[in-house]
């Protein structure tokens, strides 16, 4: 049985469906309808993408973003993406702009009297950056899009998110065009749904300049970050911001055919982000890339158009993506966290705590081995409060297989806590 959510269909889901966040990729090609609560760019790649063949080059391109379902009130408590945020707004993932073949549009900062890359302004920050973002094309019968991405080796392999190198579907091509103007082919070394993290690995290419990883683990509320990627097709683009919030339980709807969903523990920024930026770095004020841009909250429209930025964005930590990325590296499938339970919103039920309410625990699970049952109320993970279902999937999703984590939970209106070992998916 899965650990993760259940599907959007789950008739025992008493969420509103509308309000998830959507990745910024956006392809076009052929398909259904997108939702506006879908990253731009992964359209094609759930199967609901603009009908409307690739506008033309020099044009700014219409985007619609894919919808991410319908809310998850049953959450797994295995790795998950944080989600379900309510009211009349979408998430959307993006990372993908129509402008494939479009001539490079940059606004790359000259040399001329520019700031060090060391004296903490955003000049300086961009100086340093820059050289290490790629904008990503990919192409195929079905649909055409692109994103931005993050240098890693000198050899070229790329940091990016899954829904941008997915979007297009199976046997799609990619073009890698890189800062100073040349461009190569790439292919496709790892993906990740759960993440929503790909790695990907441009092709007779040296002497790249790999960006400074640094750690998400260590930001604060209010901080300065800068983002940068290809929002629209405009390469280069930077743009600046705060962190709004940490730890933010972002969902974007359903990663594979068991119900499992892209959940994480984003970091908000109201640093512009738009279709194009996916996959592009969000870093700190010494130039270290502290998240990879992956969607925004949007105004949700009739026509499931999507309508930009509205100071609402969410990135991946990079300290969740790093372990994902190192497995794909070597070649191996990537692993999450679980706890091995269903989980639910405590809101609409009997229960007067707020948390996740343990609906079902899988036998021999972490959580089984550790004594949970149904009924519970699942509070806290560590010192990490936990308000609802997408929280807790996003928050073990924050920790690695075999971890030692503490449970504090409610049972029969008593608070308690427990020690357990988190299992893996690798086991299922």
């Known amino acids: 049985m899965s650990n993760e959510p259940n599907s959007p269909n789950d008739p025992s889901d008493p969420r509103d469906p509308s309000g998830r966040p959507v990745p910024p990729a956006t392809f076009y090609g ?31 391109p219409e985007k619609k973003a894919r919808q991410a379902g319908a809310g998850i009130a049953v959450a797994s408590l295995v790795l998950g993406l944080l989600g379900g945020v309510g009211g009349a707004a979408a998430y959307d993932r993006w990372g993908d702009d129509d402008s494939t073949s479009s ?6 900062v000259v040399d001329q009297g520019r700031s060090s890359a060391d004296d903490g302004t955003v000049e300086g920050v961009a100086a340093r950056v820059l050289p290490s973002v790629v904008r990503i094309d990919v192409a195929s019968e079905q649909a055409a899009g692109s994103g931005s991405g993050i240098i890693l080796s000198s050899d070229g392999q790329i940091l990016t998110n899954e829904h941008v190198v997915a979007g ?13 103007g040349t461009r190569a082919d790439a292919k496709v070394l790892g993906t990740d749904p759960l993440t929503d993290t790909a790695l990907i690995q441009a092709e007779g290419v040296t002497d790249l300049t790999p960006a400074t990883i640094g750690k998400s683990s260590n930001l604060q509320v209010g901080q300065q970050v800068v983002a940068i990627g290809s929002p629209f097709g405009l390469d280069a683009t930077v743009t600046s911001g705060i962190i709004s919030a940490l730890n933010r339980p972002v969902n974007v709807g359903t990663a594979d055919n068991q119900g499992n969903s892209t959940t ?28 990879i841009n992956s969607s925004i909250r949007t105004a949700s429209s009739g026509s499931g158009q999507e309508s930009g930025s509205i100071g609402l964005g969410f990135a991946i930590p990079i300290d969740e993506i790093l372990p994902i990325i190192d497995q794909m590296k070597e070649g191996e499938k990537p692993t999450h966290a679980r706890l091995g339970i269903r989980v639910s919103d405590t809101e609409g039920t009997d229960s007067d705590t707020v948390g996740a309410l343990v609906r079902e625990v899988n036998q021999d699970a972490a959580a089984e081995a550790a004594g949970l049952k149904p009924g519970d109320v699942i509070t806290k993970i560590d010192d990490k409060p936990i308000d609802g279902a997408d929280a807790l999937v996003a928050t073990v999703r924050s920790f690695r297989p075999g971890d030692e984590v503490k449970v504090t939970f409610v049972r029969d209106g008593k608070e308690r806590t427990v020690d357990l070992k988190l299992g893996s998916d690798a086991d299922e």
């Not at 731009?40 to 033309?56: H, I, T």
């Open 264 to 291: 994480y523990p984003a970091i908000q920024t109201d640093a512009a982000i738009n279709p194009g930026n996916s996959g592009g770095p969000l870093v700190d004020m010494t130039g270290s890339v502290v998240g």
């Open 168 to 180: 297009a579907g199976e046997g799609a091509s990619l073009r890698v065009s890189f800062d100073d």
């Open 30 to 60: 052929q398909g259904g309808s997108s939702d506006p609560s879908s990253p731009p760019g992964s359209a094609s790649a759930q199967g609901g993408g603009p009908s409307s063949p690739p506008p033309p080059p020099p044009t700014a």
């Open 103 to 108: 001539s490079r549009n940059t606004s790359k």
